[in-house]
């Protein structure tokens, strides 16, 4: 299911952004579209920071027996007198005390509770009720809480960056094939925008391990994959920037695209799995990281749904930068060309 989601955004955003460019390339998106790829961001954006995280009691109980001052949202019913069920497991029943065992209110249906483990794993004390009667919320994760947010923005900037580089690459071949300067300015704006997503992939991951590894920058395979990445295709541009004719620039330009291209599953899918890493995927992970695991339980399906959306929101947000890029370029081109 997890990777059926994944792939359908995938492609759906994907045919949504080049379907409009089927007659040409430099065709600004009509409104409608626009208006589609901003309430998808708006809807992914408000999915992803505004339900409340909510755990078991299970969780509550696990990081509790790890340490004692642990703060653990969970969601449960209330059953009255100070008993409560896990909304998830009715057959899980605990007493909360404290500030939010008083604030109990028999009408909710549910309650998303703030909790410490007390004096047994039937025994918690409630320090404040977050929300009651959430129509969604976001699974708890052991050791991250609300740091699990970043995988909506995070990955799916990775993602659609390595689809961007293998279409930027299947628009150099074109090229190659056709001549077609719309083909080259195509390329170079996939190329361009798919870089930018991996800098903001860098950063958000920056940002991740700054809370989760204690530093912003490890080291680590996967962050010294995209580093690398980013290096290459530094070059790129680099290269055209170099080169005044436009054909010579194009043509060169393409076939960078084209070898360039080339190390990017490398250094994104394979050589981080060969080596130990603090990101999950690496070699002394057993996990395979939740995207990429094949146990049905590695990502809730909440997330699943959310995610999906995600990257549908930002696959079409990459092609409207594209097709801004590609429009800039050819204005740039016909003034060149008025100058000279």
């Known amino acids: 299911m997890k990777f059926a989601i994944m792939m359908a955004a995938t492609i759906l955003g994907t045919v949504a952004g080049l379907l409009p460019l089927r007659k040409s390339v430099a065709t600004q998106y009509p409104a409608w579209w626009r208006v589609i790829a901003i309430v998808a961001v708006i809807i992914t954006s408000l999915l992803a920071i505004l339900p409340p995280t909510a755990g078991t009691v299970t969780d509550a109980v696990i990081a509790g027996r790890a340490d004692s001052s642990a703060v653990v949202p969970i969601l449960v019913k209330p059953l009255g007198d100070g008993a409560w069920a896990d909304a998830r497991d009715a057959n899980v029943v605990i007493v909360i005390n404290g500030v939010a065992g008083k604030q109990i209110n028999e009408t909710w249906t549910t309650a998303v509770v703030d909790v410490q483990r007390s004096t047994s794993d039937q025994v918690f004390t409630g320090l404040r009720i977050v929300a009651h009667d959430p129509w969604i919320t976001m699974p708890y994760i052991v050791g991250l809480a609300d740091r ?96 005044d004719d436009p054909e010579r620039r194009a043509r060169l330009s393409a076939v960078y695209s084209i070898l360039g291209f080339v190390s990017v599953p490398f250094l994104f899918f394979i050589l981080p799995r060969l080596m130990p890493g603090l990101h999950p995927g690496s070699s002394d992970d057993s996990t395979a990281g939740p995207m990429l695991s094949l146990k049905s339980d590695a990502l809730n399906t909440t997330k699943q749904w959310v995610f999906g959306l995600a990257l549908f929101a930002f696959t079409m947000v990459y092609f409207w930068l594209v097709n801004l890029r590609v429009r800039l370029a050819k204005l740039q081109d016909t003034a060149s060309s008025t100058r000279q």
């Open 148 to 243: 699990a947010r970043i995988i909506f923005f995070h990955v799916p900037m990775s993602w659609v960056a390595t689809i961007a580089y293998l279409i930027a690459m299947i628009y150099g071949i074109k090229y190659l094939r056709s001549r077609s300067m719309d083909h080259d300015r195509m390329s170079m704006a996939l190329n361009s925008v798919a870089t930018l997503y991996g800098i903001l992939a860098t950063v958000t991951g920056a940002v991740w391990a700054r809370f989760n590894w204690g530093m912003f920058w490890n080291w680590d395979p996967k962050q010294t994959a995209i580093f690398l990445v980013l290096l290459i295709y530094g070059a790129y541009f680099l290269l055209r920037g170099s080169i």
